[in-house]
């Protein structure tokens, strides 16, 4: 099984940086794509930010471009969101999803976070 731990979410003001966290552990044989999404309350979930197999390729919601970094280390398998400038429109609960082959899957699986909240009010 594989196990997706997440962290670094809570209340800033607004200008504001947070760190989100998300580690995979458990039986693993790769991990592909790494991303975060995002739900405000009714609201749909939206793709903030993905990074590639390798960590070459990123994408970024066009309201985040220029002020959230994604990246990855692949040896703790973990992804980072690193978001600076934070608006109070960016409020919701963000959640990472990993594409991974667990070790004896013939082919890989989607995984989702449990969610970490990021509050940005004064």
């Known amino acids: 099984q594989v196990q997706l731990v997440e962290s670094g979410g809570g209340l800033v003001q607004p200008g504001g940086s947070l760190r989100l966290s998300c580690a995979a552990s458990?039986?693993?044989?790769?991990?592909?794509?790494m991303a975060w999404y995002r739900q405000a309350p009714q609201k749909q979930r939206e793709l903030v930010a993905q990074i590639s197999t390798g960590g070459i390729s990123t994408y970024y919601v066009d309201s985040g471009k220029d002020r959230f970094t994604i990246s990855r280390d692949n040896a703790k398998n973990t992804v980072y969101l690193q978001m600076n400038s934070l608006k109070p429109e960016d409020t919701a609960v963000y959640y990472c999803?990993?594409?991974?082959?667990?070790?004896?899957?013939?082919?890989?699986?989607?995984?989702w976070g449990q969610g970490t909240q990021v509050t940005v009010s004064s």
């Open positions: 999803r990993l594409i991974v082959r667990p070790t004896g899957a013939a082919t890989p699986r989607e995984y």
């Open positions: 458990g039986s693993i044989f790769s991990i592909y794509t």
